[in-house]
Antibody
Framework: EMQLVESGGGLVKPGGSLRLSCAASGFILSDHSMNWVRQGPGKGLEWVSS????????YYADSVKGRFAISRDNAERSLYLQMNSLRPEDTAVYFCARAMGDTAPNDGFDIWGRGTMVTVSS | SYEVTQPPSVSVSPGQTARITCSGDALSAKYAYWYQQKSGQAPVLVIH???KRPSGIPERFSGSTSGTMATLIISEAQVDDEADYYCYSVDVRGNPGVFGGGTKLTVL
C-alpha cells in the first residue's frame, strides 16, 4: 500500500523552530516530486513548498520563503520541512503529498498523508 | 500574487449535475487540478490535467476548460459527494502553486 506518514508537529512559541518529517512507503520516492500543503483551522488548502525528485528544483510560497526549507532523502524514503521563525499564522495541519510525476508544483498530488498539526502560540 | 477563484458554495439536489468553476488568468495555459476534501480527512485528487480522472474516481466526475475557466462537473450528484472541492493550478511561470478558496458542495 502506498502511504505517507507525517510527524514532528506540536506546540511551539512564536519565533521558534520545528522540523516536520514525512515517511514514504509502498512506492519509489525518487520517481516523484514531493510537496507540503497546509490548512489553517477552518481554512482552505495552501500550497507551501515543492521539491523535485533529485532536489534540483525547489519552490516556496511567498508566505514561507526565507523561513522554511524543504529537503528530502530518497535513500531514507523521507521528506522534511524545516520551519524557522514561526508565526501564529503558520498554525495549521501540514500535509505531505506526492506529485504524480516530477513536475511539481505543476502537477497533481495523488497521495496524501493524514497531516501533522503545528500550533504556534505563546 | 497569482490567484484562482472559486464560488464559496454550490447546492444541488440528488441526481442533478453540479458544476464548480475555477477562474484564473493562467488557466488557458496551465492545467487545473481538482481535489475533494471531506470533513476531517486528507484531500483526494479527483481530476488532473484539466479533464483526466485518476483510477478509482467514479465516471460521474469530469473536468472541462474554456479560456481562463476550468469546471469540475459532478453528474448525478450523490449525498456522499458532499465535500469541499478545491481547484489548484500554477501561474504562467509554473510556480508558485495556488489553491482556490474552496467550494462547499451541498447535495440535498
Amino acid at each position: 500500500e502506498m502511504q505517507l506518514v507525517e510527524s514532528g508537529g506540536g506546540l511551539v512559541k512564536p519565533g521558534g523552530s520545528l522540523r516536520l518529517s514525512c515517511a514514504a512507503s509502498g512506492f519509489i520516492l525518487s520517481d516523484h516530486s514531493m510537496n507540503w500543503v497546509r490548512q489553517g483551522p477552518g481554512k482552505g488548502l495552501e500550497w507551501v513548498s515543492s521539491i523535485s525528485s533529485t532536489s534540483q528544483f525547489i519552490y516556496y510560497a511567498d508566505s514561507v520563503k526565507g523561513r522554511f526549507a524543504i529537503s528530502r532523502d530518497n535513500a531514507e524514503r523521507s521528506l522534511y520541512l524545516q520551519m524557522n521563525s514561526l508565526r501564529p499564522e503558520d498554525t495549521a495541519v501540514y500535509f505531505c503529498a506526492r506529485a504524480m510525476g516530477d513536475t511539481a508544483p505543476n502537477d497533481g498530488f495523488d497521495i496524501w498523508g493524514r497531516g501533522t498539526m503545528v500550533t504556534v502560540s505563546s | 500574487s497569482y490567484e484562482v477563484t472559486q464560488p464559496p458554495s454550490v447546492s444541488v439536489s440528488p441526481g442533478q449535475t453540479a458544476r464548480i468553476t475555477c477562474s484564473g488568468d493562467a488557466l488557458s495555459a496551465k492545467y487545473a487540478y481538482w481535489y475533494q476534501q471531506k470533513s476531517g480527512q486528507a484531500p483526494v485528487l479527483v481530476i488532473h490535467e484539466d479533464r483526466k480522472r485518476p483510477s478509482g474516481i467514479p465516471e460521474r466526475f469530469s473536468g472541462s476548460t474554456s479560456g481562463t475557466m476550468a469546471t469540475l462537473i459532478i453528474s448525478e450528484a450523490q449525498v456522499d459527494d458532499e465535500a469541499d472541492y478545491y481547484c489548484y493550478s500554477v501561474d504562467v511561470r509554473g510556480n508558485p502553486g495556488v489553491f482556490g478558496g474552496g467550494t462547499k458542495l451541498t447535495v440535498l
